[in-house]
């Protein structure tokens, strides 16, 4: 904020200062210590050489193997964006604020969340039972079409962002529908553990009816969304007896696309025919059972040792989070459950992980990665890094180690290396044309939504993109459930106070609202326009408000062309990074602590309580929170169940 008080500096002071701040408009992107990229207004041409190019590829997951050759699944930098058009103007960058700033800010968010939570838990009244016929009429055209009074929040997901979302947006102002094929949200850290019955499958899960009564949802999945008549085509996930899938359409006011990604698997030929995956429940059932039977089948009469060697060879592709968690959980259950009921088979066991790069867990500090890899070594989980599938088969894995090529015999493969882009977003890119700019269409399964500041989706109306389907131009995320959640709620709170979301992109307005009262005599297309700053002409002023100088200084002319009773949101989304765990198997975890702009890292037992007190905090329920606490006694004091079903 600029030092001098308002409507108290003389005329030629404030002049000198505001014509030093008149060269800004020159500037188009500039790197400031410390600060995120600043994009400033310009009315003229800027060169090419004097714009570095904008984050434009798809961040980087956390379970991607960063080291390996460019593959189809993987995003690249695309060509540096095309030369600032004339006369076009893009809003200033945001500020970036510092920890406890943000932190403080959040914690004034969560109060107005519970706020709303409160009043919808201590409302009596049950949804009407006949909400579908109510909603839904036969269009001209014979489909089903949705039909309400209130404006229409369409939510296509129930991961993180979409939970969150759903969780604390207000259902008294806006008919709030949700279409996903799942039913439910799902704590997908915790994944890792019920592929050995650490914790049990429905533990982890809230149904999208509970977590709010009061949104209308819908089992079906969006095939289309037409992004200018403002219309989902959507398709039932459940069939009649006969085959049957009905289909119908949603109008929205507003869409948040939070349909995340599927696994990728950088088109190694025999991966989907073969390996097993960690992304929904489904797959860890899957592999819970498979992970029994392999014991079974190895504890038969008539197998020999060779057959038993690569029957129990269990083999994780991919060091990130997951993957690490899953090898040391999976090493746990062997050690500790499955020893004492297959003690002959032992001799024959193996846990191996392979990483592309040259170190496991690189979102974390080199000496938590010595950590994990020692841990490893000690607890007997075999780690082999820079090494690359190539190809996977029924019985064996091909990997490249260097210019080696090894053929390796396995039972049990699971693949956790990376995710990819569904159909729906590529097909939402593909429809917008201002998206092109930020995906590169040789790597289609790394799309991504581009959004602004604000989380809209460049280049289409009414339209938000949220979690790992999405990248933030000009400043990338990591794709984990800490910012999807945070994104989530952020959107939430945003259309509750009744902002509009209009065009998104860094050349047109923040969200508006505008007041009831002057709707009629305010032109919405000028209010959302964006124009130069003219600092010249404010610093002739006799006076200076406070809105004059936050025009020149932040180079946002929204500051001073805002009629009365329009308001403009100018609070781009801020993520807070609380810091990132992982278990380790043998009761130890990684811990790398972010807080007041410092990290420090724990490792060991203390960790690993510290990882088991957040997981159990971060549970969306008081229910989950004693289903999991339920769960890790049993396994403590009963072990692991080993029945199959």
């Given at each position: ?5 308002v ?11 505001l ?8 500037v188009?992107?500039?790197q ?10 310009a ?8 714009r ?23 995003a ?11 006369g ?5 960058w ?8 943000v ?14 939570i409160?009043r ?17 009429r036969r269009s001209?055209s ?23 979302l ?5 259902v ?10 799942r ?12 592929a ?11 149904p ?13 999945a969006?095939?289309?969304l037409?992004?200018?008549?403002k ?5 039932s ?20 696309v939070?349909?995340g ?8 030929p ?10 929904e429940?489904?797959?860890t ?9 392999a014991?079974?089948l ?10 038993r ?21 999976l090493?746990d259950?062997?050690k500790v459950?499955?020893a ?16 592309s790069?040259?170190s496991?867990?690189t ?5 938590l ?5 020692q ?15 190539t ?7 091909t990997i ?10 396995y ?5 956790s ?6 159909p ?13 700019r ?27 993109g949220?979690?790992?389907c999405s ?11 800490q910012?999807?959640g ?18 998104g ?33 404010i610093?002739?002023?006799?006076k ?14 929204t500051y001073?062309?805002a009629p ?39 490792y ?8 088991r007190?957040?997981y ?8 989950n929170?004693?289903?999991?606490l ?6 403590q004091?009963f072990?692991?169940d080993?029945?199959q079903?």
């Amino acid at each position: 904020m600029h030092s001098t008080k308002v409507g108290s500096c003389g005329g030629s002071s404030c002049t000198t200062t505001l014509r030093a701040v008149r060269t800004l408009p020159a500037v188009r992107h500039a790197q400031l210590p410390g600060r995120r990229p600043v994009v400033v207004a310009a009315a003229q041409r800027t060169k090419p050489e004097a714009r570095p190019a904008v984050d434009k590829a798809a961040p980087a997951k956390q379970d991607v193997e960063p080291t390996a050759p460019a593959r189809e699944d993987q995003a690249v930098p695309t060509q540096a964006p095309p030369e600032q058009e004339e006369g076009r103007v893009e809003l200033a960058w945001p500020k970036e604020r510092g920890w406890a700033e943000v932190a403080l800010s959040k914690l004034v968010d969560t109060v107005e969340d519970i706020a709303v939570i409160s009043r919808r838990t201590f409302n009596k009244a049950v949804p009407a039972a006949d909400v579908i016929d109510r909603l839904f009429r036969r269009s001209s055209s014979g489909a089903l079409k949705l039909v309400s009074k209130k404006p229409v929040v369409l939510v296509l997901g129930t991961g993180w962002a979409a939970h969150a979302l759903v969780k604390v947006i207000d259902v008294d102002q806006f008919e709030v529908v949700v279409v996903s094929p799942r039913n439910h949200f799902m704590f997908t850290p915790m994944l890792p553990g019920t592929a050995v019955g650490t914790v049990e499958f429905r533990s982890l899960l809230e149904p999208i009816r509970t977590s709010n009564p009061f949104a209308t949802y819908l089992e079906a999945a969006c095939d289309k969304l037409d992004t200018d008549k403002k219309v989902a085509y959507c398709t039932s996930a459940v069939a009649f007896d006969d085959g049957r899938r009905p289909t119908f359409e949603v109008p929205y006011d507003v869409v948040v696309v939070a349909v995340g990604e599927q696994t990728a698997t950088f088109s190694v030929p025999g991966v989907r025919e073969h390996c097993y995956f960690m992304k929904e429940i489904s797959d860890t059932v899957a592999l819970r059972r498979r992970i029994q039977e392999a014991f079974e089948l190895a504890a038969l009469p008539g197998t020999n040792d060779e057959e038993r060697r690569r029957i129990l060879h269990f083999v994780v592709v991919g060091g990130g989070p997951t993957g690490v968690e899953f090898a040391g959980t999976l090493n746990d259950f062997v050690k500790v459950d499955l020893a004492k009921k297959y003690p002959e088979l032992m001799p024959y066991v193996t846990v191996s992980l392979f990483q592309s790069a040259q170190s496991i867990l690189t979102q974390f500090s080199s000496i938590l990665q010595q950590r994990a890899l020692q841990n490893f070594k000690a607890s007997g989980v075999d780690v082999r890094t820079g090494v690359r599938v190539t190809e996977v088969t029924r019985d064996e894995i091909t990997i490249m180690d260097k210019d080696k090529i090894e053929k390796i015999p396995y039972g049990i493969c699971v693949w956790s290396t990376g995710n990819a882009a569904r159909p729906l977003t590529k097909d939402i890119v593909n429809a917008i044309p201002k998206q092109a700019r930020y995906n590169n269409p040789n790597r289609p399964t790394a799309t991504k939504l581009a959004v602004d500041p604000y989380l809209r989706v460049i280049g289409a109306r009414d339209m938000i993109g949220l979690g790992d389907c999405s990248t933030m131009v000009g400043n990338r995320l990591p794709a984990t459930a800490q910012v999807a959640g945070q994104q989530g709620a952020y959107v939430a709170r945003m259309i509750n106070k009744g902002y509009t979301m209009a065009v998104g992109g860094l050349d047109t307005s923040p969200p508006v609202k505008i007041a009831r009262k002057v709707q009629d005599k305010v032109d919405e297309e000028q209010v959302r326009s964006l124009k130069p700053v003219d600092a010249m002409a404010i610093s002739k002023k006799d006076k200076l408000t406070e809105m004059d100088i936050a025009a020149v200084v932040n180079n946002d002319s929204t500051y001073v062309q805002a009629p009365q009773g329009v308001d403009y949101y100018r609070k781009p989304f801020e993520f807070l990074s609380l810091g990132i765990m992982a278990y380790v198997g043998n009761d130890k975890a990684l811990t790398q602590i972010e807080t007041f702009d410092t990290s420090f890292n724990i490792y060991g037992r203390l960790a690993y309580l510290l990882w088991r007190s957040v997981y159990i905090t971060k549970q969306v329920s008081f229910r989950n929170r004693v289903l999991i606490l339920f769960d890790w006694m049993k396994a403590q004091v009963f072990g692991r169940d080993l029945s199959q079903f």
